[in-house]
């Protein structure tokens, strides 16, 4: 798995490589059943501290995309063909929403400049799935 994270950027290592979990589970180059590198690997890979990795691998856990055991280590539990998300995984996900949309109006992108980026986004998870 191809990982790139930005160190100088504002947004915590961390919470770059749960994203970028996210969008290769999204894009179809993780699926259900794919094993992710081990933390300790991830943080020599990277060039980072492996409790780094932990607290992405952590955080992945606790959404649901990611079990983690001893024997196999961490591994990919659900994709985009996995059937409906786990219950309130859909209210959680509005209020994050809300915020994202809230940052939008702000910063005044009209409402369909935001509706155009979201099919364009949507459209390149499905285009990089196939």
Do not use: C
């Amino acid at each position: 798995m191809l990982l790139t994270i930005d160190l100088d950027s504002d947004t915590p290592i961390y919470q770059q490589i749960r994203d970028r979990v996210v969008e290769a589970v999204a894009s179809g180059v993780l699926r259900a059943g794919d094993p992710l590198p081990s933390t300790r690997q991830l943080g020599v890979d990277l060039g980072i501290n492996f409790h780094t990795v932990s607290k992405a691998y952590d955080l992945l856990r606790q959404e649901g995309l990611i079990r983690i055991n001893r024997k196999s280590g961490a591994v990919v539990r659900r994709d985009r063909t996995s059937g409906p998300p786990d219950a309130g995984f859909a209210d959680a996900w509005q209020a994050r929403l809300r915020t994202l949309l809230a940052e939008a109006a702000t910063q005044g992108l009209t409402r369909e400049d935001v509706l155009k980026r979201s099919r364009d986004v949507l459209d390149g998870f499905e285009g990089e799935n196939r």
